[in-house]
């Protein structure tokens, strides 16, 4: 009888001699004594004795890789040495060897899936890219990060941002370190301040873009005076911290107000001043005030004159002239002053009408010489004549000699055109024999 057994002997049984070659080892149910070597000697779970290597590690990794994930393949790590194999004969001593364990891979580059951002980082410009090879990236979007100056953002295309050497802790930027060899400084803002004043004004600051205040507008503001009589020059800056009250007192030139009234010919009496002029009825000049026929004269106050003309229902606003005319009745010695004026023109008319000459004098010197010349005919004298038959003959044998010039150029350039046609076919016929 044959006894074949396991590997560690305590589960055997025996059978006759010559049929061991095709008996399997029996099913032992005692634990492998062989330790694991991967990280898992402890979780993993104990398996019953054998022959030959023992099953590999069915757990995952789990070692911490250097970018802080943790791996997710299946256990790679040292497998220990395998036990012989089942053989009915005996194993000289000779023939034994020691065999070692076989060492384990290293962890593969990490595949977790991360969201790298763009070299500026800009929202929403994320891609998800395997850990292993997550690589920042230029977007196609502009810089936009906040100048020095404060007012303006980068216009450059994204770039790999570099945090400024006096930056505070407290001020954090979505940037990388300057020792990052592709961090590229943002440009320089060359604009112009664009800032608004304080106090607000129109013209603009003419220091270049700048974070602090801006300094205080030195501009002229001219100002009339209410009446328009003269100019003031004010320094923006003082000018635009007075309130409304203050800007009219200085407005004011001090003299007297140059503003005609709306109703009279005369001007206001009262010193520069806002607004409509206080003494627009109460104007106490005196005017002299006429009939119609302006025989008869009296002296009023302007205001009386004003009140008479509403009274009366006509417009004050006449002429300058003709202000108070017509505001007293006509008395008798007006009648007979009429009549002479009227005596006397008709006589007037009478008399020219008998003397057409007369209407001559009054003619400008310009128009009688132009109807002169219109009553006299032009005489042209001979030699007049003669010239100007002479300006047309030389003329017409002008233009016969240009078209002559013209005819005798137009053959000359054909005849260029026919001898170079003829030389480039001479040169086809040369370049034909050669071939």
Not at 61 to 84: A, D, F, T, V, Y
Not at 151 to 179: F, G
């Amino acid at each position: 009888m044959k006894t074949i057994s396991c590997f560690c002997g305590k589960t055997y049984f025996e059978v006759p001699c010559g049929t061991e070659k095709n008996q399997k080892p029996p099913k032992c149910s005692k634990r492998c004594n062989i330790d694991r070597l991967c990280r898992h000697k402890l979780d993993c779970r104990p398996h019953k004795c054998h022959y030959g290597a023992c099953p590999p590690c069915k757990l995952i990794c789990g070692e911490e890789l250097s970018c802080g994930h943790k791996c997710k393949e299946r256990c790679h790590g040292s497998i220990p040495p395998p036990n012989p194999e089942f053989t009915v004969k005996p194993m000289k001593k000779k023939m034994e060897k020691h065999i070692e364990c076989t060492p384990g891979t290293p962890c593969p580059p990490c595949q977790e899936v991360v969201l790298v951002p763009c070299f500026g980082e800009h929202l929403g410009q994320e891609r998800a890219i395997p850990c292993s090879k997550s690589r920042q990236f230029p977007c196609q979007n502009l810089c936009g990060n906040l100048l020095h100056c404060g007012n303006h953002y980068c216009t450059k295309d994204c770039h790999v941002l570099e945090i400024p050497s006096d930056q505070r802790k407290a001020d954090t930027i979505l940037s990388l370190s300057r020792k990052n060899t592709l961090a590229e400084p943002c440009e320089r803002c060359n604009l112009p301040c664009q800032r608004a004043r304080d106090p607000p004004c129109s013209h603009p600051c003419p220091s270049r873009c700048h974070l602090s205040d801006c300094l205080p507008c030195k501009a002229l503001v001219k100002r009339s005076c209410h009446c328009g009589a003269m100019t003031h020059a004010f320094e923006c800056v003082y000018y635009n911290n007075l309130n409304a009250k203050q800007q009219l007192k200085v407005r004011s030139c001090g003299g007297p107000c140059h503003r005609k009234l709306p109703n009279c010919p005369h001007l206001c009496s009262e010193i520069c001043h806002p607004g409509q002029c206080p003494s627009v009825d109460q104007c106490m000049k005196k005017v002299n005030v006429r009939c119609a026929c302006n025989t008869l004269k009296k002296e009023w106050v302007c205001q009386d004159v004003l009140k008479e003309y509403r009274r009366s229902g006509r417009d004050p606003k006449v002429a300058k002239g003709q202000f108070g005319v017509g505001l007293i009745a006509c008395g008798g010695d007006c009648v007979k002053k009429v009549n002479v004026p009227a005596a006397e023109l008709h006589q007037r008319k009478v008399q020219e009408n008998k003397n057409p000459a007369a209407e001559v004098t009054n003619v400008p010197k310009r128009r009688k010489k132009r109807d002169r010349g219109a009553q006299e005919p032009v005489q042209v004298s001979m030699w007049q004549q003669m010239k100007r038959y002479l300006v047309v003959i030389i003329a017409l044998a002008g233009l016969v000699v240009l078209g002559l010039l013209i005819w005798k150029g137009v053959y000359q350039i054909s005849d260029w055109m026919n001898e170079m046609e003829e030389q480039k076919a001479r040169e086809r016929l040369l370049r034909a024999g050669r071939l």
